[in-house]
């Protein structure tokens, strides 16, 4: 998961992509249109922006990788949270993998 202030800054300002476009791209993030990634809300003082939980790194992840300290717990999902986590992590290993993230630039 990334703080969404570091995931704009490293995906967008420093790749000097336009603000219209970052707006766009949250708008969409926000209303579930972009299926590789899952906004999550501000949660206390951990997320102070909200987070984006990036489905590619989670479904390519080994399950070590979520033991012995390697993961910081945050907090915890209601039911309708976990289901709309587990509906777009299915959904998201049911795509073809040659899709690309909505206006993201080619290299990522």
Known sequence: MHDLKNFARENFYRKGVAQSQLVSFLTN????NISRLVYLPTIGNC?????VLYLNQIT?????????????????LTG????IVDYS??????LPKADRL?????EI
């Open 89 to 94: 992590v299915e959904n998201h290993l049911l």
């Open 47 to 51: 997320l102070e922006y909200g987070g």
């Open 80 to 83: 309708y949270g976990l289901t």
């Open 29 to 32: 993030l926000g209303s579930r």
């Open 60 to 76: 390519n992840a080994p399950v070590n990788y979520f033991h012995n300290g390697h993961a910081k717990s945050i907090g915890a």
């Open 102 to 106: 909505a206006l993201m630039p080619q």
